[in-house]
């Protein structure tokens, strides 16, 4: 017969915290009530929504895969690391002799490429994407798009022909870090230091104005990040979700860093798939218990220990990235690319965020005024050119 608690004990328990009826859920209803018109902000990996409160309908805005241009720059951004993944695969494929996957994978991706670059135009980038935060970057993200699709196909073809391509040591030299006149002209580490820096723009430019807008007492806001964003294991600390500092920055600092909270496994939802007025009035329900069930005893401790030091929660940037000093500061925004990928706590957007954010607020929310390295300061060919 398997354990089973005390039924006495057990009781105890569920008495504090863990039941329906226990007084942890009945202090936080008290809360809850107290702060019935407190304003909500709810974020998750791709959409943020406001709960003004009292009643009021929320009001949603995306900021990813949803979004005008996310998924043509995010393409564009990955195109590199594709390359990379190939030659992982051609490594690991080398000791039994059958590199049949590589390959095929290699000649897929040479088709996307190639529909891709017919696909860009100065008309797609200015009249269909139409981001106000690219106005006038229109024709040098033509240039880039097409430079990039360029090299990468060159490269793809003859790494068909010549395997010896895809090794790291070669690619590195050719194509990702090449020297002056010994590789493509322009590395491609700039080319996704760029493109993420791009992307990014666009969500702290939109994201920030849409918060603006809203006129949010912030001194009284919760700010919850809900879900899973980006990879499972990333953006579950402050420090490493770029939005809860976006959060922070577009409130000019005036929302407390200690009233924006990260729950990795709260409810998630989606624009593309959000429930009815009931269920929405539900999930507010939830985030707002969930965050002041959290706040709870935050403040039962304040009361609690009143001879102790209290914690003070100081807000950091996006895990500590190394700081960009100017543009030309290749080795910073490398060494930003690696630590993204190779730190799992870390979303890939991260190797840009706290540079962008801080960029725009810098140059009075111009995004035409923000510098970004691999971007600013490189004149990439002519579309065709390549």
Known sequence: MSYQPDPAFAGLFRAFTSDPE???????????QRAARDPLIVSTGSDIVLFPGGGAAPRIESFRKSTRGFIELTAVSHLPLALAYLARMRELAADDGDDAQWRTDARRLLGHVQKTRDANSLALWRDYV????????EQKIVDLVDYTCGASLDMLERALKD?????FDTLNAQFFAPRGGEG???????????????????????IGNWLREQRLDWSRAMALVSGQSGRPTAGVTWASNNMCYLLWRASERALLPERVLVAPHAPSFSVV?????????????DYRLLWLNTRASIEVARELFPEQAGYRFEPQTTGGMPPITDLRDRAATTARLRRI???????LSNCVADYIVDQLHANDNDPTRVPIPGFTDVDYPSAGSV
Do not use: C, W
């Not at 226990?22 to 809850?32: D, E, P, R, T, W």
């Not at 139409?130 to 970057?137: C, E, R």
């Not at 395997?163 to 090794?167: D, E, K, Q, T, V």
């Not at 493509?184 to 493109?195: H, I, K, L, R, W």
């Open 22 to 32: 226990s007084i942890g859920a009945h202090l936080s209803m008290q809360m809850a």
């Open 130 to 137: 139409n981001l106000a935060s690219f106005a006038g970057y």
């Open 163 to 167: 395997p010896a391509l895809l090794r």
């Open 184 to 206: 493509v002209s322009v590395p491609m580490n700039d080319v996704m230091f760029a493109t993420f820096g791009l992307a990014y723009l666009d969500i702290v430019y939109r």
């Open 273 to 285: 798939q959000l429930p009815d007025e009931a269920g929405l009035a539900k999930l507010e329900q």
């Open 341 to 347: 990928m190779e730190d799992p706590a870390q979303l």
